[in-house]
Each structure stands twice: as structure tokens, then as C-alpha cells.
Nanobody
Framework: QVHLVESGGGLVQAGGSLRLSCAASGRTYAMGWFRQAPGKEREFVATSRWRSGRGYYADSVNGRFTISRDNAKNMVYLQMNSLKPEDTAVYYC???????????????????WGQGTQVTVSS
């Protein structure tokens, strides 16, 4: 069992930046971020595999958000720049313990979830 704890959410004006952090209690194969706005389904934001460390992003955030990992600390970060009001959501950290060949863009690809952190972008 891996426990995930997010931090770093808050209120920011459009065009601003926030950095989310997620601490895992153990080693993971992949860690990612999803978000859920009121009345909408949880959607993929970004993911990073342990080996490559290369990020894979949803089209809506590509070029604005950057995912990074510190494997020594079992941490994953999401740097969010040029934020827009439509980025407002609860952001969830997710982790998978074992290898998969999928693109890790579906909620079913992950075994563990954090409690979420609110990000609000004002216009």
C-alpha cells in the first residue's frame, strides 16, 4: 500500500503559476496528476514513469504544465504556468506500483490516489 499526500494548491489569478507536490510513502512505477472540476469527470493531466522520467501531457495543458519527479524522495511535482480559469479543479496525485504498457492516461491505470488539492484560477 502506498499513501499519497498532495500539497501546493491555492487561489491564483489567470496567467499566474502554482506548483503542486505529491509525496509517496513508497517507490512507484509511475506517478501522475488528474483533475476534477465540479460536475465533470476526473481527467488526465500529466504522468511520468520512474525509469524515463519523461512527461506525457494532456493536450489542454501541454506547453504550460511540467511534471517532474525526485525518485530519491518519492516525490512528484506539477509546475503549472499560464494558468487559466478553466484549470480550476481539484487536482489528484495518482501512482501505479507495477509496469504497464499503457499510456497511463486513464484513471484505471493507477492503483493509489491522494486526497486532492484545490486549485482555483480567477479571471
Amino acid at each position: 500500500q502506498v499513501h499519497l499526500v498532495e500539497s501546493g494548491g491555492g487561489l491564483v489569478q489567470a496567467g499566474g503559476s502554482l506548483r503542486l507536490s505529491c509525496a509517496a510513502s513508497g517507490r512507484t512505477y509511475a506517478m501522475g496528476w488528474f483533475r476534477q472540476a465540479p460536475g465533470k469527470e476526473r481527467e488526465f493531466v500529466a504522468t511520468s514513469r520512474w525509469r524515463s522520467g519523461r512527461g506525457y501531457y494532456a493536450d489542454s495543458v501541454n506547453g504550460r504544465f511540467t511534471i517532474s519527479r525526485d525518485n530519491a524522495k518519492n516525490m512528484v511535482y506539477l509546475q503549472m504556468n499560464s494558468l487559466k480559469p478553466e484549470d480550476t479543479a481539484v487536482y489528484y496525485c495518482a501512482a501505479r506500483g507495477t509496469y504497464t504498457g499503457t499510456n497511463l492516461a486513464e484513471t484505471r491505470d493507477y492503483d493509489y490516489w491522494g486526497q486532492g488539492t484545490q486549485v482555483t484560477v480567477s479571471s
